[in-house]
């Protein structure tokens, strides 16, 4: 049997990316100059238009989506969604640092230690991101060529999850602006150590 594949990427760089740092969770921003050029000229390095696009309801992905095929996501998934940061959302790294400066340290130096922001912990959103992943590789396919638009934290949690490994290993993960990777299953299991980055001319 063939195995399905999944092809999943970061969003480009957003006007909160910074700097400075505006921390974003589940609000809107909108993909920066650069984040847009960066995109499109991706795409152009993309050999098909996928079968079917799935993002996370947050408006960078969705403008990612459009910059790398020129059309709008067909589904959109909301338990793919970034973590919810809770009061840390729409204020400057500065501004949290200033209410705050236990709660931010957690944040950059060991998020997998609880949720002093007041939204989701690790744990949520692994749980949840899980949860839409398997569904969208259950519902490939055959041959169907699909592609997820996402956000750091998603993939990090899942390539957490998939090589079953700790999420104390969160913030080693590297995972710059339009990361793409490559999920091969026939299901999603936990250390199934089947996830890779990937160039757009490895794409099958």
Not at 31 to 58: C, F, H, N, T, W
Not at 126 to 153: N, W
Not at 176 to 203: C, Y
């Amino acid at each position: 049997m063939t195995e399905k594949r999944l092809y999943l990427i970061r969003h480009g760089h957003t006007v909160w990316n910074g700097p400075p740092l505006r921390f974003q969770g589940q609000m809107d921003s909108s993909l920066s100059d650069d984040g847009r050029s960066e995109a499109i000229a991706l795409g152009k390095r993309m050999p098909y238009q996928p079968d079917r696009i799935v993002s996370s309801p947050a408006l960078r992905c969705r403008q990612t989506v459009d910059c790398l095929f020129g059309r709008p996501p067909d589904a959109i998934e909301p338990r793919c969604i970034e973590i919810g940061l809770g009061w840390f959302e729409g204020l400057l790294a500065t501004e949290v640092e200033k209410r705050d400066p236990d709660a931010v340290r957690t944040w950059h130096e060991a998020p997998w230690e609880g949720a002093p922001w007041g939204g989701e912990s690790l744990a949520d959103l692994q749980d949840r991101v899980v949860a839409g992943v398997a569904d969208i590789i259950a519902g490939i396919a055959p041959g169907e060529r699909v592609f997820l638009a996402v956000h750091g934290g998603v993939l990090r949690t899942l390539i957490c999850y998939v090589n079953d490994a700790p999420l104390s290993q969160y913030k080693a993960i590297p995972m710059a602006n339009l990361t793409l990777l490559e999920l091969t299953a026939e299901k999603l299991v936990r250390g199934g150590n089947n996830i890779r980055n990937i160039k757009p001319e490895e794409m099958l």
